[in-house]
């Protein structure tokens, strides 16, 4: 491990889309996330190839790289990251360490995260429409079967489970575009996330072998998925328990009923589909991600879905934090810090307009403060400053059906 992970980071600080700090060689515009494992930053690169890009940079908690081992591992496993090349995943393009903090650069989706959508669609008292559920669906399944195949640089087969492939962790972009999130460090997130207090709340997403510890394969991935699917054509949690025993219980039993019992939209076809990625027996489920990405496709193409569709509709349901989102990232494109973009008082081109307009270096009439008025002030509106966010999917919701996971029934 190198010296600089030995030290103590200072705090960092998070910055604003109109007034950045430097990160290395990054410009930090703002904290958009928090997690038990890591704080996650807009930001772009101080001296871009190219035109300005905006990127997500996931920054380790401090106190957790002091694990020589977990660091270790996020290292190995970000490495894997950097291999998974897919449409269908957020793009991670760099792995690092500045100054004793370990980061992962991704690509930045402005959008919000499946768990995100379905509250607000039970808060609205409103469905996800069944095309769209069906083509996020289909972006889930492009991404696994992107990672499920993905082969080392000998050509060898990698055999990536995710084993962690829940709401939380599919972006869904103000676009219409579906990613999958962390996929390749989810191995190494998953073996620590028990002793830091992650791991609550993600048995509802896992599938009963994973729930009983036996070995998972891509399968485990299916079944999750399949969770995903019926819990968007419903709006309502799969698997639920009044006590973490009792959800696992549940979760072990895997006793589904189709999701056109709450939905009467869900076609008999639709239904099959979603039955099959939650059979309890590993051997009557889809075998790999590509049978059930070719059966969703081709019930999304029976609905002549057009991606148009689902960018209306999340940019009308999130009005607001897309309005934001805009603001945030046109204010972010070119900003800088505050003291790389204070004017020099001498020599500078201020003055010599000033000279010019007075005629000389002694002419005669007003002071220059009459001939030209500048305001001096700093560029910056209150406004501007973005307020540390919640990570919903993180914290506790407060009302609800999503509340029954954490609450005990009275």
């Known amino acids: 491990m190198s010296n600089s992970s030995l030290r103590k980071p200072a705090k960092l600080q998070p910055g604003s889309p ?37 990127l997500a940079i996931k920054v380790m908690r401090p106190e957790l790289a002091r694990e020589a ?3 270790d591992m996020f290292h190995r496993e970000g490495q894997l990251a950097l ?11 760099e792995l690092g360490d500045i100054d004793g903090r370990h980061f992962i650069a991704m690509e930045y989706i402005g959008g919000r995260d499946l768990t995100q959508v379905l509250r ?12 769209h559920v069906v083509h996020i669906g289909v972006g889930i399944a492009e991404g696994l079967d992107f990672a499920h195949n993905l082969t080392g640089p000998d050509g060898r087969p990698l055999s990536l489970v995710n084993r962690d492939v829940s709401p939380s962790n599919v972006r869904v972009a103000y676009s219409g575009d579906v990613k999958l999130l962390d996929f390749g460090i989810a191995q190494a997130l998953m073996k620590f996330t028990s002793e830091i207090g992650i791991l609550k709340g993600k048995f509802s997403y896992m599938s009963p072998e994973q729930i009983r510890g036996m070995p998972v394969d891509q399968r485990t991935d299916i079944f999750s998925a399949g969770i995903i699917i019926h819990e968007m054509l419903t709006t309502e949690k799969l698997f639920r328990g009044d006590t973490e025993f009792a959800l696992m ?40 991600s590509a049978e059930l990405h070719a059966d969703l496709k081709a019930v ?17 349901e999130f009005r607001r934090e897309y309005t934001k989102d805009l603001e945030d990232a046109e204010a972010s494109t070119n900003s800088l810090p505050l003291e790389e973009r204070l004017p020099s008082f001498e020599n500078s081109p201020i003055e010599q307009v000033t000279a010019v ?48 996971m954490f609450k005990k029934r009275k």
């Not at 669609?121 to 469905?127: E, G, Y």
């Not at 270096?361 to 001939?371: D, E, I, L, T, V």
């Open 357 to 404: 307009t007075r005629g000389g270096a002694n002419p005669p009439g007003p002071p220059a403060s009459a001939a030209i008025e500048i305001d001096m002030a700093p560029e910056i509106d209150p406004g501007d400053v973005v307020p540390e966010p919640s990570d919903e999917y993180m914290q506790e919701p407060k009302s609800g059906f999503w509340s029954k």
């Open 300 to 316: 999304l193409d029976g609905y002549r879905f057009d991606i148009r569709e689902l960018r209306d509709f999340m940019q009308k």
């Open 69 to 71: 081992r977990f660091v």
């Open 18 to 54: 109109s007034d950045p700090v430097r990160f290395g060689h990054y410009y930090l515009l703002g904290l958009i996330a928090r997690g038990g494992m890591a704080e996650v930053y807009r930001a772009r690169l101080i001296e871009p190839q190219g035109p300005p890009r905006l």
């Open 83 to 93: 291999l998974l090349k897919s449409r269908a995943i957020v793009e991670t393009v």
């Open 120 to 131: 607000r669609c039970q808060k609205s008292s409103l469905r996800i429409p069944v095309p």
């Open 249 to 288: 219980e549940r979760v072990r039993k895997a006793e589904v009923d189709p999701p056109s019992k709450f939905n009467r939209r869900v076609s008999p076809e639709l239904d099959r589909i979603v039955m099959k990625a939650l059979a309890r027996d590993v051997g009557e489920r889809y075998q790999n």
